[in-house]
């Protein structure tokens, strides 16, 4: 199992990046994705540009404070965890993503592959943040 965690300041109020990451209907801003599936109050599929498909459930939504979900896809299984804080200066997130690979072969990428797309979804995020 691959674990990260990042932790980035953004410049705006809580509710604007609350408001930003949990809308599924507005996913517009991420690099990565064709679209959101929502298929109920707890549960969306994620499609990639290539056209990969990630089943979501979400077990915590607190407004303005925690939203966390486990996933899983044909290659993987894992949990995403957001905790966003009032700071000065704007809002502090905190993202902790948990990953375990389904095949064996593919468990030394693990840590990359997370790396990498944290890092592009903080990229992605920002950017729509501050425009």
């Known amino acids: 199992m691959a674990a990260s965690q990042v932790s980035v300041l953004f410049p705006c109020p809580v509710e604007q990046v609350w ?3 949990t809308d599924l209907s ?3 801003w991420r690099s990565d994705l064709k679209g959101v599936e929502v298929l109920d ?3 969306f599929v994620e499609h990639t540009k290539s056209g990969y498909a990630t089943k979501f459930t979400v077990t915590v939504c607190e407004p303005f404070h925690s939203w966390a979900f486990v996933m899983e896809n044909d290659n993987m299984s894992g949990s995403w965890e957001g905790i966003f804080q009032e700071v000065e200066g704007g809002t502090q997130l905190t993202c902790t993503e948990t ?6 072969w593919m468990r030394p990428f693990v840590p990359g592959y997370l790396k990498r797309q944290q890092k592009r979804y ?3 995020l920002r950017k729509k943040l501050l425009k």
């Not at 990953?99 to 064996?104: D, E, F, L, N």
Request: contains cysteine; glycine residues 0%.
């Open 99 to 104: 990953v375990m690979a389904r095949h064996w």
């Open 41 to 43: 109050e707890i549960h």
């Open 122 to 124: 903080l990229k992605d």
């Open 26 to 28: 507005c996913t517009t």
């Open 19 to 21: 408001r930003t990451v």
